[in-house]
């Protein structure tokens, strides 16, 4: 069965510091992959989404960036962190088939807090 | 902007009643997703409905779509206070992109024992 890990669980980082966010997925090939934001009590906002290694689409413009280095694994990263970007971090998977009706399964999400 | 909008954004009920939440969204969609979330965890998917599909069940889930009106409801029938989460509606839209969804804000729902 499949699976995705997201770590770590929570991150109190100071403003100005590096960020580095990695979600995993086993047991599955070529999925598509997925990092979304959540405000306090909001729905989600997709931030990056891939399709393929190396492939990253940004969906806002943001002091964010994303990368694929391997086909399972999606990294969120930040060379400077602001106030802003304090937030609930969700990476997500869905199968790679190009068939639309595909749900997305989600890690259990990281807690960035900026100081 | 957001694609789909949940309505009521907050709901409170007594156990073993029945709760609907209605999603509205706004533009052409390939099928229509409803995600359940505890606090302060990831989102799990409850059920996908097809925009040629107009009714679907999973056990106490009940899911309707009128695309005449962009429109959901998500009935979970019986709730217990297990079923307490926040509740997102996302829609995958037809035409360019198949791979995106776009989620509502969500309805807090509480059931109370």
């Known amino acids: 069965s499949q699976t995705i890990h997201q770590w770590p669980a929570t991150l109190v980082q100071p403003v100005g510091s590096p960020l580095s966010l990695e979600c995993t997925v086993e047991g599955t090939s070529n999925p598509n992959l997925y990092w979304y934001r959540q405000a306090a009590g909001r729905g989600l906002q997709l931030l990056f989404y891939s399709v393929g290694i190396g492939q990253i689409s940004s969906e806002v413009p943001q002091n964010l960036s994303a990368s694929r280095p391997q086909d399972r694994q999606f990294i969120l990263s930040s060379k400077k962190l602001l106030l802003s970007d304090s937030g609930f971090y969700l990476c997500?998977?869905?199968?790679?088939?190009?068939?639309?009706?595909?749900?997305?399964?989600f890690g259990d999400g990281t807690r960035l807090s900026i100081l | 902007s957001q694609q789909g909008e949940e309505d009521p954004q907050a709901l409170s009920i007594q156990e073993g009643e029945n709760a609907t939440m209605n999603c509205s969204y706004k533009t052409s969609i390939n099928n229509l997703q409803w995600y359940r979330q505890n606090s302060g965890r990831g989102l799990v998917h409850l059920i996908l409905i097809r925009s040629n599909e107009r009714e679907k069940h999973s056990g106490r889930l009940r899911v309707t779509l009128d695309t005449s009106k962009k429109s959901s409801s998500l009935l979970i029938t019986a709730s217990r206070a297990a079923d307490t989460a926040s509740y997102f509606c996302a829609t995958g839209n037809s035409g360019g992109s198949n791979y995106k969804l776009t989620f509502g804000k969500g309805t807090l729902l509480t059931v109370n024992p």
């Open positions: 997500a998977w869905r199968s790679g088939d190009r068939n639309s009706n595909q749900p997305q399964h």
